[in-house]
């Protein structure tokens, strides 16, 4: 595969805490990994990544904005983030 070829859809996913909530310091490293993803994805090349989250998913709707992500739309399923990445 080369830079720039449509590599498909890739999808992280986590477990549902049992609280239903995550603390702050969750919340940090989670946003510390999607930063690290997003750069990542910067030196392969990547220009645009895209993530969402369902409503009631709180810790990730703070999460993404911190990383660098911008609220793009919601449906009555999911809100819609995407990170624009300039080319290096």
């Known amino acids: 595969m080369r ?3 449509h590599a498909g859809e ?3 996913r986590r477990a549902r805490p049992a609280s239903g909530s ?3 310091a969750a ?7 999607v930063r690290a993803v997003l ?10 990544v895209r993530g969402n989250t369902e409503h009631a998913n709180l810790p990730s709707q703070r999460v ?3 990383a660098g992500m911008e609220f793009v739309r919601e449906d009555g399923e999911l ?7 300039p080319v290096a």
């Open 10 to 12: 890739r999808s992280l």
């Open 39 to 48: 750069g990542y994805a910067r030196e392969l090349g990547v220009t645009a």
């Open 22 to 24: 995550a603390g702050s």
């Open 64 to 66: 993404m904005p911190a």
């Open 3 to 5: 830079i720039g070829d």
């Open 27 to 33: 919340v940090l490293v989670r946003t510390g990994a």
């Open 79 to 85: 809100k819609y983030y995407r990170a624009h990445l």
